[in-house]
Each structure stands twice: as structure tokens, then as C-alpha cells.
């Protein structure tokens, strides 16, 4: 990070911190406002907090260690099958079913960082994609697991029957995971993660135990995605396997790089947005009538995937015009509002972020 | 012959596997191209096909505005496409982030293959899917067994699918050993400064590995779409599924990554394997075909990570 709380300091004048304050308040009331203007709103506002949450997840793998997957609608759907299968078929309650989406997830991300420990470079993208696609044909399609064709109900709790409700929940479990990603990057471990980063056998050299702390970053990852995958199950109120296909895979990886992988805020930012282009851009108003120009047929298409399409051109123009990605533009923003001056563009740390420290 | 005396369930597996092994194995050497010359995995490979097969499929049926063309004068537009496809990727995309890292490059595929996914689905949408039409139909294939005997497949498209497989890859090996813009190719997939110093234009061979890997594409895509039947948009990446572009990965893995020869057949390995299981798996088993492939995949990664012909991890 390119600025740490040290820099919160006693020349912060009171209007200066006055304006900070304002621009927190304001920000958690959107956020809230989000989830209780509507129903509709709200269920958009859940599917962002989800997408924050795997975004955060792959942040892990992709921006600190500084590896590839291509398989997080694997993690993410065994938390979603064993938090609805519990919940349905014994009845254990919400939060224990959370609790146990986020073991199944870290589960298998061991499972895989295992084998990951023993290839090198870039293979990982490769065990990811096989390991991510073999779970959705054939875990998620277990049949007294899944439910069958119909897909296994996960009935909410009564209390979180309503969206709004059901959002705070997710908006609290992504601040709790905004606050254990700020703690791990501030730990001996974030560090850690850094230098494998930048270079596992200088790592090594100076005494990181290597293997360890890839593990670790696996099982974080996982444990995250999976939490995501309970909360999906139980946002739309049943698993059906069919929904963690490749494609949502290859979301992830783009909302991550977009968002600007290494950077916690551009992360969230990211997410935040293809959500917004998931869900909201296909009942957007100018959107609609943008694709009535086209043939009905056409039209109804675009509706559908258009929204693909747009996040990977983004990807593209972002790769080749703006590496490090959302986290690029908003970094100023975000170190005035944890008490740093306001500056403009600063490009010196270029080389410190972004999805790959080294040429 | 001793494969008849196991009948039609050993001996269609088999020559299905072959069949399959040949598809896998195109785009196991696109993949293994793109590998040696740029050391990254290619995410939009198959895509590549797709993209070749639904521009012939426009020019068969015919689609839109297309105007209806004879078979083979569709397929060699189908080819022309995909060679276009992996052309334009390398100019657009590719060759702009020549001095990012690897994980970029790789970021940037996995985009272009979600961007040709993307048109292709807004194109022409999931809901009709189009029937990709064979030239050659029969019945039942009766090398092994019985015909009609429950064990059977449409050939034809079998015997084509393995004839052109193979003449492809004869062609190939001839080209690359044997020619100068073959040659180039290798020489930059070895060293490209030292390639560069002895006067080959590395911007352009990297243009032709790109065109060639398209092509690649392309022929595994026209091939396998009309045996596929029903073609949705993607069908060559797999959503939801193992598509050609994931055994075409475990493919060129098992060949080592790094060997054309290796990547052709570790194609057949997986196709004869992946037909097996499927066969063999018991069917409480979901998914058993992609089960034992992936487990091969992580087996050979972790026994022998440099595959069975390569030279490198």
C-alpha cells in the first residue's frame, strides 16, 4: 500500500479531518442506500457484496502471491453446495452453514495449492481451469448432494427473508473481510506474500518458508470464496451447479485485474463494477433502448451478453493502457481518505503493483 | 483381428478416441506453438475454431446475409477466419504487451477468448443452436463389432476426422523441419535475440506463429463442430463442460509442452482415455470422463512435470 495509517498525523487540521469524516459517512451511506432503496436494488447490491468478496478472495492468489486461477467457481461452489446441502438437508443453522461453506472452500483450495506447490510459473492457471471445470461436472452434479436436476433449495432464515436484510448481513461480512485483509497485509505474512511475489528463490534466501505461506494464501482464498459461495446459496435460495461455469471464472480474473489486483480498494472497485454490469446493466434503461436499435433478435442477445462483452473489452483497454488498472485512478482519492494529502497521479510506484511486479 | 473379438464396446471407444485424439491434438499443437514462442498458455486457442466454424456454418447454411457457397469453399473461408482471428490477436493484443509480464499476457488471452465467446453469443445467441451439417454420413461403424449392436457411431466424418488429423500433422512436421519460415519459427522459440541477430524478422514470425496457431484452431473447429452436431457459441472452449480447449491443455501437458509430436499425441492419449472412461466409469459417477483426465493432469504434473516428450516444466 501506497499509504498506511502512519500517515494520519496531528497536522490534519479539524476542517480537514471534518471533510474526511463527511466523505466516510457519505460513503457508508451509499453503501447502505444501495441495499435499502429497494428490493430490486438490493438484490443487485448483494450480488456486489458477493463479487467483492471473491474479488478480495482472488486478490490473494492473483496480487499478493503473485499466482493464477482460472478455478474460483470451483472454490466458490463448494461453499455454496455444502452451505445449501446442510441448511436443507439438516437443518444446521445459517451461520454454521457459512462457517462450513468457508471450510469446504479452503478445503479444496489446500487440495489444489498442494499440487500448485509442485509446478512452477504460470501451471497453476492450468490445474485451476481442469480442477475448477471437473468440480462443476461432477461434485456439483452429485445427485444426493445437489438435489438432482432441479437444484438443492437453501431456504433463508426467516429473519433475513428480505433483501435488505440479507444485504446487511453481506455488507458486515465483507467489512469483516476487509478488516482481515488489512491486518494480513500489515502482518509478517503480508510481507511475505511480497517478496514470493516479486521472487520466490530471493524469498526463500532470506529465510521465508515459501511452501508455507503459498498454502496459506491458498487456504485464505479459499476459505473467502467459499464464505462468497455460501452467500450466493443462500441469496438465490438454492444451489444448482449449472451456475459455476467456466465464464464466471474468467469474470473473476478480469474484475480482479481491472479493479487493479494488489490494491484492496481497486479490488473492491472492480468487483463492484462488472457486478454493476452483471446484474444492473441489463435493466438499465439507456441500455435497453440502446439495443432496441437493433433487431429483436440481436436485442435480446446484447441483453444477455453484452454485459461479457463490455468486461472484456475493459480488460483489454485496461491491460494495454492502464496496467495497474481502477486502483490507478482511485488511489488518490483513497489516500486522501485515510488522512494523506490529495495528490494527483503518482506514478512512482508503477512498478510496485499491478498483476505482476516483474517483466 | 483380436479387437473384434471384444466386439463393439472395446473397439468404438477406440476408434472414437482416435477420432477425438486427432481434434485434441490440433489443438494441443496450436497451444504448444503459442507456448514455445511467447511461453505463455493461450486461453483463446480454441476459440479460434469456434470462430472458423460458425463463419463456415454462416456460409453453408447459409446465415444472415451470408451468401450460400459450396462445402469446401465454406470451410476454407472458416479456415481463412480463424487464421485472421490469431492474426488480429497477436497485432492487437499481443504484440502491445510485449514487455508486460507473463501473467499479463496470460490475463490478456483469457479476455480475448471471453470477448470472442461474448460476439459470438450476442451474434448468434444460445437459444436456436445451429446444427453444423457432416458431408460425409453413415450409419453404424462395423471395423469392430456388429453393426446396430447398440455400440455404434455415425462414420464418415471418423475416417476424415483421423485422414486429415494425420496428414496435418505429416504436413506440419515436413514444414517445420524442412522449410525456412518453419525453421524461423523454431529458432525464435529458442532464442529470439540470437534469431534476431542472424537477420529473421521476429515481428513477422511472431505474426505467423499467431496466423498458424488460428489455422490450427480452425481445422480442429471445423472438424469437430460437425460431429458435435448442435454447435453453441463457445463450443470449442467448453462452458460448463470439457471442451477441446481443456483436453487440448492436459494434451499438451502430458506431451510435455514444449514438442510438437508430443502435443499430437498426447492429444490421441487423451482421446482414447477420455473415451474409455467415459465408457468404463460407473455412471454413479458424474462426470467420470473429466475425473480421470483431471487426475491425469495433476498426476503427470506432479510425477513428471516436464511431460512425457518435453524438455522443460
Not at chain 2, 480454441?46 to 447454411?61: N, T
Not at chain 2, 460476439?119 to 453444423?132: K, M, S, Y
Not at chain 2, 460431429?227 to 492436459?250: D, R, S
Amino acid at each position: 500500500m501506497a499509504t498506511s495509517a502512519a500517515t494520519i498525523d496531528s497536522r490534519l487540521t479539524a476542517p480537514g479531518v471534518a471533510a474526511r469524516g463527511g466523505a466516510w459517512v457519505a460513503l457508508a451511506a451509499g453503501v447502505l442506500a444501495a441495499g435499502l432503496f429497494n428490493s430490486d436494488t438490493a438484490a443487485y447490491a448483494i450480488t456486489a457484496a458477493i463479487y467483492v468478496l471473491i474479488g478480495l478472495s482472488l486478490n490473494v492468489i492473483l496480487g499478493y502471491i503473485g499466482q493464477m486461477s482460472l478455478g474460483h467457481q470451483g472454490l466458490m461452489g463448494s461453499g455454496a453446495l455444502f452451505a445449501a446441502y446442510l441448511s436443507t438437508a439438516h437443518g444446521l443453522p445459517f451461520a454454521v452453514d457459512l462457517v462450513v461453506a468457508g471450510v469446504a472452500g479452503g478445503v479444496v483450495a489446500v487440495l489444489v495449492g498442494v499440487v500448485a506447490l509442485r509446478v512452477r510459473g504460470l501451471y497453476l492457471a492450468l490445474v485451476t481451469l481442469v480442477v475448477g471445470i471437473t468440480l462443476q461436472t461432477s461434485l456439483f452434479e452429485v445427485p444426493s448432494l445437489t438435489g438432482g436436476g432441479a437444484g438443492e433449495p437453501a431456504n433463508r432464515p426467516t429473519l433475513l427473508l428480505s433483501n435488505d436484510r440479507f444485504y446487511l448481513v453481506c455488507v458486515a461480512v465483507v467489512i469483516g473481510a476487509l478488516y482481515l485483509d488489512t491486518r494480513l497485509t500489515g502482518s509478517k505474512a503480508g510481507r511475505a506474500f511480497l517478496a514470493i511475489k516479486e521472487d520466490e528463490r530471493v524469498a526463500a534466501a532470506f529465510g521465508i518458508n515459501v511452501v508455507g505461506y503459498k498454502l496459506l494464501a491458498f487456504v485464505l482464498s479459499g476459505i473467502l470464496a467459499g464464505v462468497a459461495g455460501g452467500l450466493y446459496a443462500f441469496s438465490s435460495e438454492q444451489f444448482n451447479g449449472n451456475n459455476f461455469s467456466f465464464l464466471l471464472a474468467l469474470t473473476f480474473v478480469l474484475m480482479t485485474v481491472v479493479g487493479g489486483a494488489g490494491s484492496r480498494a481497486g479490488v473492491v472497485a472492480g468487483s463492484v463494477l462488472f457486478a454493476v454490469l452483471q446484474t444492473f446493466l441489463a435493466n438499465f434503461f439507456l441500455f435497453k433502448d440502446f439495443t432496441q436499435l437493433f433487431p429483436t433478435n440481436l436485442s435480446n442477445n446484447l441483453l444477455q451478453f453484452g454485459p461479457n462483452l463490455v468486461a472484456a473489452l475493459l480488460l483489454l483497454i485496461t491491460l494495454a493502457v492502464n496496467p495497474r488498472g481502477m486502483a490507478q485512478q482511485i488511489e488518490p482519492v483513497v489516500a486522501w481518505m485515510r488522512g494523506g494529502p490529495y495528490r494527483g497521479a503518482d506514478r512512482s510506484h508503477a512498478i510496485r503493483e499491478g498483476i505482476s511486479g516483474r517483466p | 483381428m483380436l479387437l473384434a473379438s471384444f466386439g463393439g464396446s472395446f473397439g468404438v471407444p477406440l476408434v472414437a478416441g482416435i477420432r477425438d485424439g486427432c481434434i485434441y491434438g490440433m489443438v494441443a499443437i496450436g497451444l504448444v506453438l503459442i507456448y514455445k514462442s511467447n511461453r505463455i498458455f493461450n486461453f483463446a486457442q480454441a476459440e479460434f475454431g469456434s470462430v472458423g466454424a460458425f463463419i463456415a456454418l454462416a456460409f453453408i447454411k447459409p446465415l444472415g446475409g451470408f451468401p450460400k457457397l459450396p462445402y469446401a469453399v465454406a470451410l476454407i473461408l472458416g479456415l481463412v477466419a480463424s487464421a485472421g482471428t490469431g492474426l488480429l490477436t497477436e497485432r492487437l493484443v499481443i504484440r502491445r504487451l510485449f514487455n508486460a509480464s507473463r501473467a499479463v499476457l496470460l490475463v490478456a488471452t483469457a479476455g480475448v477468448a471471453l470477448f470472442l465467446i461474448s460476439a459470438e453469443a450476442v451474434i448468434l445467441g444460445i437459444q436456436d443452436l445451429r446444427v453444423f451439417p457432416r458431408v460425409a454420413t453413415g450409419t453404424h461403424y462395423a471395423f469392430f463389432g456388429p453393426p446396430g449392436g447398440g455400440d455404434s457411431f455415425t462414420y464418415g466424418w471418423t475416417e476424415i476426422d483421423i485422414v486429415v488429423g494425420l496428414l496435418l500433422l505429416g504436413a506440419l512436421g515436413v514444414w517445420f523441419f524442412r522449410t525456412r519460415w518453419g525453421k524461423s519459427i523454431l529458432a525464435v522459440s529458442q532464442d529470439a535475440t540470437a534469431a534476431r541477430a542472424v537477420g529473421i524478422n521476429v515481428n513477422r514470425v511472431s505474426a505467423l506463429t499467431w496466423g498458424l496457431a488460428g489455422l490450427l484452431g480452425g481445422a480442429a473447429g471445423i472438424l469437430y463442430a460437425p460431429y458435435k452436431g448442435a454447435v453453441p457459441p463457445g463450443f470449442m472452449t467448453g462452458i460448463g463442460e470439457f471442451g477441446p480447449l481443456v483436453f487440448g491443455f492436459i494434451a499438451a501437458v502430458i506431451g510435455g509442452m514444449t514438442s510438437l509430436p508430443g502435443a499430437f499425441a498426447g492429444g490421441l492419449a487423451v482421446g482414447i482415455i477420455g473415451d474409455f472412461a467415459e465408457k468404463y466409469m460407473p455412471t454413479s459417477v458424474p462426470g467420470g470422463e473429466q475425473v480421470v483426465l483431471a487426475t491425469l493432469l495433476l498426476l503427470v504434473l506432479l510425477v513428471r512435470p516436464s511431460g512425457l516428450l518435453g524438455r522443460e516444466a
